[in-house]
């Protein structure tokens, strides 16, 4: 297996000057830290332990209007889009370093130390929303699949499954290693060039794992007693490897085009299976259910068939067991729902800050299944630099109309498609319709988000009033400053060691995340007349190149500097 790119010795790299700067990636970056305050803001006054489970219930009027917009037309859209964005500044800094012949690997390294030290900080003292952590660890993923050894993702794997069996480490080590082992296949797809029996590697993996799948899709129908719930999905699941085997072979090839496919195949693949999922829980009749659940001699009875068999009370016990946990976990995260709403309404900052501490140390070890859907779109964003495409977007702007005319009202479309099924989880019902659209949801997020950066690139280029866009470059220029600072001051102003605003109404939520946004345009022009950098940018910048960057914009003419500039 060789590297998608030799990699030049190392030598000294620089930051990037800002008259080499990518306008639309600035102004792209603005706009989705738009989308970015709109959708935490929700989780400044709702504890984060409610995350997952959709609109909240009881919403009436513009609340509910405005819950619904933000549920449909942001969640999902706008992390996809920094995602993209982190793969693209991923690959300015690689191509910049082979045009020049410089190291990347330390600098880089550096780079996502760094970043794993802000989300650190941002989570346990401002606020455990946080994605910058996360961020970090799909970085080194992303090393994994473009530059790792096979034999070592394999080992690392073997380890960590066998971690998974120890006692404390089963979903944290279990998560890591079904991420690696998923780095290891898009490493396939995009660097090994062997063809065993006249297929890539990857198509022949598919290719067992979907046969495998046949046959025992085969069994489920045909053994009598296998639960009807069960059929779908295997099935299912062994048509989609298959077709994951054809789609491999077939679209291997250019080599150019292989970080695209293998990020929207990793997505789609990861939740589709969600949607199946979610679709066969739906399904699955309310008396299955009820049966499952049911002493042995109730089971017997309503089965007629059944009703002379000795009861298995060794399974029944166990699914009585399953039960009684499941109660009991239902029952530990309402009373911590309750806890963190006391905390962050009325509690000090050494209260909110011991909490997110736990919080942290709870959710950070799990970060790892996560991580691999933001690999999926970091190889996006990847193909876009790395093809040209975002360097120069006046040439490209036939494509960019494909995707905003195609892929925004698709994955809108798909969106309120989940919502008519269910638009929030009830905790405990697993047929209350919610993961099956919310995988649906999901699965518009990609072309959805993918549709609204071609937005934003064509209305920078209609030469219109639209193209007053570009306002937000420098507000995306400084993202990182400005993502902080928006924890900084929302949570002094919804937290109950700050104004204690603290359950504020979604809708006026909404106009204040907007008025925040636009104090900080203002304040990035301002800044920006007068530095080159973002305070959090240059400290970043510090990190990654082991340099002090100027930091005061002396190039700029006097009367320039004093005032912003558009």
């Given amino acids: 297996m060789h590297t998608l790119t030799d990699l030049p010795q190392a030598v000294e790299l620089a930051p990037v000057p800002t008259n080499q700067r990518i306008e639309a990636l600035d102004v792209v970056r603005g706009f989705a830290l738009i989308g970015i305050c709109l959708m935490n803001v929700e989780f400044f006054n709702r504890a984060t332990g409610t995350v997952g489970q959709g609109m909240p219930a009881g919403l009436t009027g513009l609340d509910w209007l405005a819950s619904f917009f933000v549920a449909y037309f942001v969640t999902g859209k706008f992390w996809t889009i920094f995602s993209m964005l982190f793969g693209m500044g991923f690959a300015v800094m690689l191509t910049r370093a082979e045009s020049a012949g410089r190291g990347f690997f330390k600098p880089y390294l550096r780079r996502i130390a760094a970043l794993a030290m802000f989300g650190i900080l941002h989570y346990i003292f401002l606020f455990a929303g946080d994605i910058l952590f996360s961020y970090s660890l799909a970085a ?43 780095c290891g296949l898009m490493a396939l797809y995009l660097r090994s060039e062997r063809r065993p029996f006249g297929l890539s590697v990857m198509s022949l993996i598919f290719l067992v794992i979907g046969a495998i799948g046949a046959i025992a899709a085969v069994a489920v129908w045909v053994i009598q007693g296998v639960p009807m719930e069960a059929r779908g999905p295997v099935t299912a699941a062994s048509v989609l490897f298959l077709l994951l085997s054809f789609l491999a072979q077939k679209y291997r090839d250019p080599l150019e085009k292989r970080p695209l496919r293998a990020g929207v195949a990793m997505y789609l693949l990861i939740f589709t299976m969600m949607t199946i999922g979610g679709l066969a829980a739906y399904l699955t009749p309310p008396a299955a259910v009820a049966l499952g659940a049911a002493p042995a001699g109730v089971v017997a009875s309503a089965d007629p068939k059944k009703a002379d068999a000795k009861p298995d009370l060794a399974k029944q016990q166990k699914k009585a067991e399953a039960e009684a946990l499941k109660a009991r976990k239902l029952k530990e995260d309402a009373a911590a729902i309750v806890n963190e709403n006391k905390v962050m309404s009325t509690g000090s900052y050494a209260d909110v800050t011991v909490l997110r501490l736990k919080h942290f140390s709870e959710n950070a070890p799990l970060q790892g299944s996560f991580a691999i859907i933001l690999v999926a779109m970091f190889l996006i964003g990847t193909w876009f630099i790395r093809s040209g495409i975002m360097a120069n977007t006046a040439a490209n702007l036939p494509l960019f109309r494909k995707l905003a005319y195609v892929g925004l009202p698709a994955g809108i479309a798909l969106g309120l498609a989940s919502a008519l099924i269910s638009t929030g989880s009830v905790p405990g019902n697993d047929q209350d319709g919610y993961m099956f659209a919310l995988g649906l949801q999901m699965l518009g ?122």
């Fill in 140 to 182: 080194v993923f992303l090393l994994v699949v473009l530059y790792g050894k096979a034999k070592w993702i394999v080992a690392a794997t073997v380890a960590l499954i066998g971690l998974a069996l120890l006692p404390g480490f089963g979903p944290a080590a279990g998560g890591a290693a079904g991420s690696l082992a998923l």
């Fill in 445 to 566: 997020n990609l072309p959805a988000c993918l549709g609204y950066v071609a937005m934003i690139v064509l209305m920078l280029h209609s030469g219109s009033a639209f193209s007053n866009v570009k306002v937000l470059g420098p507000f995306g220029r400084m993202a990182l400053t400005n993502y902080l600072l928006q924890s900084v001051v929302m949570s002094m102003f919804f937290f109950g060691y700050g104004l204690g605003n603290w359950g504020m109404g979604r809708a006026i939520q909404l106009l204040f995340a907007l008025a925040l946004c636009a104090l900080q345009v203002l304040f990035s022009h301002w800044w920006l007349a007068r530095f080159r950098y973002g305070p959090a940018e240059w400290l970043w910048r510090a990190i990654t190149y082991m340099t002090i960057p100027a930091m005061r914009n002396d190039s700029a003419p006097a009367a320039a500097r004093a005032q912003p500039t558009a």
